[in-house]
């Protein structure tokens, strides 16, 4: 009787000890997500709480049927969208998140998660919810950020600082092109900045999922914003869970702005940048200097 | 196959609410005369969002649905393309209602009092009658959207229950010209900027489905070109802000109320619109605007045989609509819609001039006869005086629809809706019906009584969806309309003074679309 009872026991741990890892693996249920339900988001002078009846509300109504009841990105809308065209929704339990104005590796400001809810994702399911309030839009930011772990274990990162924007001149255009060049951007988003460098057909983001390079000369907009700085901070901190790396290792704070110079000459839209690189009649960069 | 999965959240909900369908079994909802616009399962499946994502419930529209709309039914992310590769998109959604409806209103009846005589019957009385059954609502086909980026369409074939068809709506849209969310422009047959629509309303029973403020006539009034509630035909500008906070529209219209075939005369009119959305922090994004709607149509018609000609209106008088536009949102829950509305018809207008062709905003004909036939409006032909004391009519009106959202699933409405005249067509009008007997509704010059035409409208909505995704819609829809008229009920037998109309309608309907 009593052997049978250890043996039992036995078993019990043996299968509770083996599981564990699979458990962790498995994904976060609704309880791991409610005991986070009392996340905070701050922006401006305004604070956003994840349990508040808005945002569960709202959630519902606008996001859910993308993002997914335990926002894992499986919503019933997912399995129609088919990347690289269409992006999958993105798993906020990963924490992982594209635009952020702090340090590839780390957690976005709230700041960065509500101006991503604001401004929308172009090429992509993903709407610009700017008609929203404010508080609507911090208390979204606290709810997306309930879905993960990662925002109660880790502080957000700092944001990466940004000097002052210089005055355009034809020595930085030349510059930047010399590092778009140096540091390889052609090799994924072509020499012409068309999206059909050496490795673009084989992108795929962290998930494995296939993914497309930003083509800048189709006068689409940029995911994470389109202003100067904005460019800026896309590869000074990249987007993390993509291909797209962030390059702050390997450019100096100053000649970062070359680049964005540079890449403006690349894109569709008139600028000063791009009436400079006619001037000097800049021929696209060689892949093989 | 793959099949959408069903929301866990929906889920729970459903279990929630599983009472209240089962209370809610029957359902129906009528046609109105007028048609509705809906929420378009074709949108929701092209962009993947769920009804609920632009409509706070179908068809009515929130703040992003109108967005979306004012964007040219564009979401303004590379999905704008006429098609994506989803195979499941096809840009048409159908809507109709199976209802099941009570109706009850007084009649001044036939009384069967000699069985054995020729005609059955002799004296009338007054009685209410009340009559239930299963009953249908038109069909409409929605079909909208991008003919290229920022070139939109809508065509809306609409039926009556009989399923004869004719085109509610049909535009086309020039969207962010010159890349400027501020301006855009539509021609066609379409519905006005109005911020409460009334083509999006859940109302269905006779008057609880149109919006008695848009489409208020007085008595005997001949005007029928100033009713916002009809789709109109003409050019429309539209501007909106990048958030479309701040909204603005300026229509030029055929002042034929949206009535095809240039049956009345040159004559044309404006509709202007402005409202101002506000972050009011946790209640939500309030709206304030106004409206006016001026514009001339013709009294007169040349004749051929004594019946007017179509098309050769001439004589063209005034008339005007004005009043502001508030959407008060107090938390995610609770709203309420305000429309005031002041109106003034030229003094023809009044004495029944005007609209000698049709009798509505759908083109039925109905005076093709020689002039002063019975029943036919007068016309307004050379040498013609106003009567004395003739005056423009002139009144005011509100309506005020709040609205429950107990979650997007469920919604309670109740509207109320006033009007109420200031000025009568006739004279000074007098203290009791009466004292102006025998003059109720006709087109002499006798006296109205002050309150002749006042209206009062209750309508009580519950609306349950069962289920939510971005692929079809169903709403089961209980209704309760109470329905009050000064002086325009069944003429008393006994007096020989119209009663004030008193009706109600019960309905239950299954509003389904795809």
Not at chain 1, 87 to 98: A, C, H, S, T
Not at chain 1, 199 to 212: K, V
Not at chain 2, 181 to 205: A, C, Q
Not at chain 2, 233 to 254: F, K, P
């Amino acid at each position: 009787m009593r052997r049978n009872w250890m043996k039992w026991s036995l078993w019990v741990v043996a299968v509770v000890v083996l599981s564990l890892p699979v458990a962790s693996w498995a994904q976060l249920t609704t309880q791991d997500i409610a005991a986070r339900d009392n996340m905070e988001a701050h922006v401006g002078n305004l604070t956003g709480h994840a349990n508040s009846g808005q945002a569960k509300y709202d959630y519902r109504r606008y996001c859910v049927g993308c993002h997914g009841d335990l926002g894992d990105g499986n919503g019933e809308v997912a399995q129609w969208l088919d990347p690289p065209m269409w992006p999958k929704p993105r798993d906020f339990q990963l924490g992982i998140f594209k635009c952020r104005s702090t340090p590839t590796g780390t957690l976005p400001t709230d700041q960065d998660l509500y101006d991503a809810i604001s401004r929308g994702f172009d090429r992509s399911a993903m709407p610009i919810w700017n008609v929203f309030t404010k508080q609507q839009r911090v208390d979204l930011v606290a709810f997306v950020k309930h879905f993960s772990p990662r925002f109660v274990s880790e502080k957000p990162g700092t944001p990466i600082q940004i000097p002052p924007e210089p005055e355009v001149t034809a020595d930085r255009v030349k510059n930047g092109r010399e590092i778009f060049a140096r540091v390889q951007c052609w090799k994924c988003h072509g020499v012409t900045g068309q999206a059909n460098g050496p490795s673009a057909s084989t992108l795929q983001d962290d998930l494995g999922r296939p993914i497309a390079a930003f083509n800048f000369t189709e006068g689409a907009r940029p995911k994470c914003g389109s202003t100067d700085q904005d460019i800026y901070r896309i590869f000074m901190t990249g987007l993390d869970g993509t291909p797209m790396p962030s390059f702050a290792d390997n450019i100096k704070p100053d000649e970062a702005w070359d680049l964005v110079f540079y890449l403006r000459t690349l894109m569709a839209q008139p600028s000063k940048e791009k009436d400079i690189a006619r001037q000097l009649g800049l021929k696209p960069v060689s892949p093989n200097p | 196959m793959r099949m959408p999965k069903q929301s866990r959240l929906c889920g729970i909900s459903l279990c929630f609410h599983s009472a209240l369908t089962t209370a809610l079994v029957l359902i129906f909802l009528v046609l109105s005369g007028s048609q509705r616009a809906n929420a378009l399962p074709a949108f929701a499946r092209k962009y993947g969002l769920r009804c609920s994502a632009c409509h706070e419930t179908w068809p009515i529209l929130n703040n992003f649905g109108l967005k979306f709309r004012d964007n040219g039914y564009q979401i303004m992310n590379d999905h704008d393309a006429p098609i994506w590769q989803n195979p499941g998109y096809w840009p048409v959604t159908f809507r109709i209602t199976p209802i099941w409806h009570r109706v009850s209103a007084v009649s001044d009846v036939d009384t069967y009092q000699n069985v054995g005589a020729t005609l059955p019957f002799g004296t009338t009385a007054l009685q209410r009658i009340t009559t239930t059954g299963f009953d249908l609502s038109g069909l409409d086909f929605h079909t909208g959207g991008t003919l290229e980026k920022n070139i939109s369409f809508y065509v809306l074939p609409s039926s009556d229950p009989t399923a004869a068809f004719h085109f509610e709506t049909v535009m086309g849209r020039f969207d962010n010209l010159f890349g400027s969310p501020w301006l855009n422009i539509k021609m066609g047959r379409f519905e006005l900027n109005n911020l409460l629509s009334e083509k999006r309303m859940v109302g269905l029973t006779g008057n609880g489905g149109i919006y008695q403020t848009y489409h208020f006539i007085p008595q005997a009034d001949g005007n029928i070109f100033g009713q916002m509630g009809d789709n109109q035909l003409g050019m429309e500008y539209v501007g909106h802000s990048y958030d479309d906070r701040t909204r603005i529209s300026a229509a030029l219209l055929s002042s034929a109320d949206g009535n095809v075939n240039l049956t009345f005369g040159n004559a044309y009119s404006g509709f202007f619109t402005f409202d101002q959305g506000v972050d009011m922090g946790k209640l939500g994004v309030d709206r304030l605007g106004f409206y006016a709607f001026v514009g001339q149509a013709s009294t007169y018609f040349r004749t051929s045989g004594g019946a007017p000609i179509a098309g050769s209106g001439l004589g063209n008088k005034g008339f005007s609509r004005v009043g502001f536009t508030g959407q008060f949102y107090f938390g995610p829950h609770f709203d309420v819609n305000v429309v005031t509305q002041h109106g003034n018809d030229n003094a023809w207008f009044g004495q029944g001039y005007g609209n000698a062709i049709a009798t509505d905003g759908n083109g039925g004909v109905t005076c093709t006869g020689p002039q002063l036939t019975p029943g036919c409006p007068p016309n307004n032909t050379p040498g013609t005086v106003l009567p004395a004391g003739a005056q423009a009519p002139i009144w005011n009106g509100v309506t005020v629809e709040s609205r429950y959202v107990y979650s997007p699933q469920l919604i309670f409405i109740a509207v109320y809706e006033a009007e109420r005249m200031s000025q009568q067509a006739n004279g000074a009008g007098c203290a009791t019906s009466l004292a102006c007997f025998g003059t109720n509704g006709t087109y002499t010059n006798g006296q109205s009584t002050s309150n002749l035409g006042n209206i009062n409208n209750y309508d009580f909505i519950i609306r349950y969806n069962p289920f939510m995704t971005n692929r079809a819609g169903m709403a089961l829809q209980s209704e309760f309309n109470i329905f009050h008229q000064i002086g325009t009920g069944a003429t008393s037998p006994i007096t020989g003074v119209n009663t004030n109309l008193n009706s109600s309608e019960l309905l239950l309907g299954l509003d389904f679309d795809f």
